[in-house]
C-alpha cells in the first residue's frame, strides 16, 4: 500500500460526468510517484478511484496533481489537507475516443474499487 498526503486544489461535490466527485491533489514535489495507472485507494477514508497517468496528473515545479473520484463524499474537501492510500492497482492508465467511453470504464473503476474496500473492510 502507497500512502500520500496531499491538499485538495479543486474539489466538485457532484462531478463533471458521472455522478461521483472528483478532488485534484496536489502532492509535495519529493512524494513518490507510484506508476502510471488507475487504482483503488482511499482518500481520508472513504473509497476513491485513483487516476495517475498522463491525462490528469503532471510534475508541476510545486509538485505532482492527482485525480480521485470519490465515492462516499460529503462537503468540499478544498482546501484541505488529505491523506491517499492506494490499495491496489486496477489496471493501465489509458486514452478514450470519447467521453462516452470513458465514463463507462470509470463506472467499471468504481464498481471494482467498491468491491476491493468491501474486502479490505471484511479483513479489519
Known sequence: MTRLEGIVVQGERRGRTIGFP????????????????VY????DGRPAAVS???????RSRL???IEAHVLDFHGSL???R??????TRLRDEQ?????????????????ATRAVCARCAERH
Do not use: K
Open 52 to 58: 495517475i497517468g498522463t491525462r490528469p496528473t503532471f
Open 40 to 43: 483503488a485507494g482511499l482518500l
Open 78 to 80: 478544498y482546501g484541505q
Open 63 to 65: 509538485g505532482v496533481l
Open 95 to 111: 486514452r478514450f475516443e470519447t467521453a462516452d467511453e470513458l465514463v463507462a470504464q470509470i463506472r467499471r473503476d468504481v464498481a
Open 82 to 87: 488529505v491523506v491517499l492510500e492506494l490499495l
Open 22 to 37: 472528483t478532488a485534484n491533489i496536489d502532492l509535495p514535489p519529493d512524494s513518490p510517484i507510484p506508476a502510471h495507472g
